[in-house]
C-alpha cells in the first residue's frame, strides 16, 4: 500500500506539471507574452528532467527557451552567450535522443543558418520527411544557394501544409504589385519574405528580386546576391549594416530599390538613408533624385493594391493578431493619401480610405490617437 501511495503521488505530480506546459507554436505564428515562455521553459525542463527519452518535451522546451532567448528585452547577455544555452541544450537532446527528429532539427536551429550544421538538418529530414518544421530552412537554404527552384518547391509546400497566413498572403501581394518592374525589394523579417516568395513560387511578380535584409549579412549569400546585381564585393572588408542598401541601388543592372515599411523598426539599416526614402504605400522607394511618391502612392491604392480582404475577410486565418499588426502598416500611407484627397477636394476617394483606414488602425496600441486626427 505505501508503494501506490508513493506512484499515486508521482502520477498527480507529473500530471500537474503536464497540466501546466503547453505546445509551443513558432513566434512568427503566435506570439505570447515573455513570460508566459519564461513559464514555459520552465515547465518542459521539469518534464525533461523527468522523462529524458520524451522527444516532444525537449523540442518544446528548446523552442520556448530559443523564443525566450530571441525576444526577451531584458536579457542582456551577449550573443555568444545566448548561442551557448541553445547549442547546450540542442547537445542534451542529441546524446539522449540522437536518431530522433527532433534532436537533430535542433541542433541545426540552435546556431541558425550556419550551414557547417547542414548534416543535423539532412539528417532530421531523412528520418521523418513528411515534418513541415523544417520547411522555412529549406526555403532559406533555396535562397542562399540561389536554387529558386527549391526556394519555389519548399514555399509551396508551406502553403500545401497550411502555414501560410491568407491576411499576410493579401499584404505581401499588395507590397509586391507597388512595384516598378524589376524592382529589388528590401525585406526584414518572416511577415514580409516568406509570403512574398510564396507568391512568386505561384507566378506573382516574379520580376521583383526579394532580399531579406538579415540574410544579406552571410557572406556567402552576399556574395552571390552582389555578383548577380554586379556589385563589387570585397570579402575582406564586407559592408557594414547601413551602408547595405545603398550599395544595392547602385547595382549595375539599375533596378529600382524599394526598402519594406517593416524594416522600420531596424534602425540601422535606414538610419542613414532615411532623407532619400519616398513613401509609395506598403514600400520606400530609396531614391538619390527628386521622386514623386504622391503619384505612386494613389496608383498603388487607387489601382494595384487589392484592399477587400481588410473589411472582406471571408478565409480562415492562423494568425490573426500578427496579421491585425501587419495591416497596421497601412496607417501612415493612408493618413498620407487621407490627407492628399481631403486637401484636393476628392471627398469620395477621401471617405473610401477613411473607412479602410479607421479598420487597420485598430493594429495599433492607441488607434484612437490617428482616428482623432482625421476630424
Not at 513559464?39 to 520556448?64: C, G, L, R, T
Not at 513541415?132 to 535562397?143: A, F, V
Not at 501544409?161 to 523579417?189: E, H
Request: one cysteine or more.
Amino acid at each position: 500500500m505505501k508503494y501506490i501511495l508513493i506512484g499515486a503521488l508521482c502520477l498527480l505530480h507529473v500530471c500537474s506539471l503536464a497540466q501546466k506546459a503547453e505546445p509551443i507554436l513558432p513566434y512568427a505564428k503566435e506570439r505570447k507574452e515573455i513570460n508566459w515562455y519564461r513559464e514555459q521553459a520552465s515547465a518542459w525542463k521539469k518534464i525533461v528532467d523527468a522523462h529524458p527519452k520524451d522527444a516532444v518535451a525537449w523540442n518544446y522546451y528548446f523552442m520556448a527557451t530559443r523564443i525566450l532567448i530571441n525576444q526577451n528585452p531584458d536579457d542582456q547577455r551577449s550573443a555568444a552567450e545566448k548561442n551557448k544555452q541553445l547549442v547546450g541544450i540542442a547537445e542534451d537532446m542529441l546524446r539522449e535522443l540522437p536518431e530522433s527528429y527532433e534532436a537533430n532539427y535542433c541542433r541545426w536551429q540552435a546556431e541558425g543558418n550556419n550551414m557547417y550544421n547542414y548534416p543535423y538538418l539532412q539528417k532530421a529530414i531523412s528520418i521523418a520527411p513528411e515534418r513541415t518544421d523544417h520547411i522555412d530552412y529549406m526555403i532559406n537554404i533555396g535562397e542562399m544557394t540561389r536554387s529558386i527552384s527549391q526556394r519555389n518547391t519548399y514555399s509551396l509546400k508551406k502553403i500545401e501544409a497550411g502555414q501560410m497566413s491568407a491576411g499576410m498572403m493579401y499584404y505581401n501581394y499588395n507590397m509586391l504589385q507597388g512595384l516598378d518592374k524589376k524592382a529589388i525589394l528590401i525585406t526584414a523579417g518572416d511577415h514580409d519574405t516568406y509570403p512574398a516568395w510564396a507568391l512568386q513560387a505561384k507566378g506573382v511578380r516574379e520580376d521583383v528580386l526579394v532580399l531579406n535584409i538579415y540574410l544579406l549579412q552571410l557572406q556567402d549569400y552576399q556574395k552571390l546576391i552582389f555578383s548577380e546585381l554586379g556589385i563589387p564585393h570585397n570579402p575582406d572588408k564586407a559592408p557594414d549594416a547601413e551602408s547595405i542598401i545603398s550599395l544595392i541601388s547602385k547595382n549595375g543592372k539599375q533596378r529600382p530599390v524599394y526598402v519594406a515599411l517593416t524594416t522600420a523598426g531596424c534602425e540601422k539599416y535606414i538610419r542613414n538613408i532615411e532623407q532619400n526614402l519616398y513613401l509609395c504605400g506598403l514600400t520606400y522607394r530609396y531614391d538619390t533624385s527628386a521622386f514623386d511618391n504622391v503619384a505612386q502612392l494613389k496608383r498603388n491604392f487607387e489601382n494595384a493594391y487589392a484592399l477587400d480582404y481588410i473589411d472582406k475577410s471571408f478565409y480562415d486565418e492562423i494568425s490573426p493578431e500578427w496579421v491585425r499588426m501587419l495591416n497596421a502598416n497601412y496607417v501612415v500611407p493612408m493618413f498620407k493619401l487621407y490627407e492628399h484627397y481631403r486637401d484636393s477636394g476628392d471627398i469620395k476617394h477621401q471617405a473610401w480610405i477613411r473607412s479602410k483606414l479607421e479598420l487597420v488602425a485598430q493594429g495599433l496600441e492607441d488607434p484612437q490617437s490617428v482616428l482623432s486626427k482625421l476630424d
